[in-house]
């Protein structure tokens, strides 16, 4: 399957399209004005205050916004503001249904 000249510049047409679509500045309606999307870098060392560790490409950030290396990853070993049993209660009273038994009638 080979690709004609006509078939390359209608694809060649639909990927500049694009492109010229995710660089276009974003209009906020309220203000009226245009701003451009911020790019936040990615922090090069362990946001552990004693460790200055290089991070990889796999380290994740927590839940509580920073990034931390493989040996500080966990919450209980970087001190995390996170509350995750205020987040797990939330979303256990979004999955829990509620659930009332019919009053029996007294003889």
């Known amino acids: 399957?080979?690709?004609?000249?006509?078939?390359f510049a209608l694809l060649l047409k639909m990927l500049m399209a694009k492109e010229a679509e995710l660089n276009q500045p974003i209009v906020t309606a309220a203000v009226g004005?245009?701003?451009?999307?911020?790019?936040?870098?990615?922090?090069?060392?362990?946001?552990h205050t004693e460790c200055t560790k290089k991070l990889a490409l796999s380290d994740m950030p927590c839940k509580c916004d920073k990034i931390f290396c493989q040996a500080h990853r966990y919450a209980e070993l970087h001190t995390c503001t996170f509350d995750f049993k205020d987040e797990?209660?939330?979303r256990l009273e979004k999955q829990l249904v509620k659930t009332v038994a019919a009053k029996l009638e007294t003889i």
């Open 1 to 7: 399957m080979s690709i004609t000249d006509d078939n």
């Open 33 to 47: 004005k245009t701003e451009k999307p911020v790019v936040v870098e990615r922090p090069k060392r362990c946001q």
């Open 88 to 90: 797990s209660r939330k």
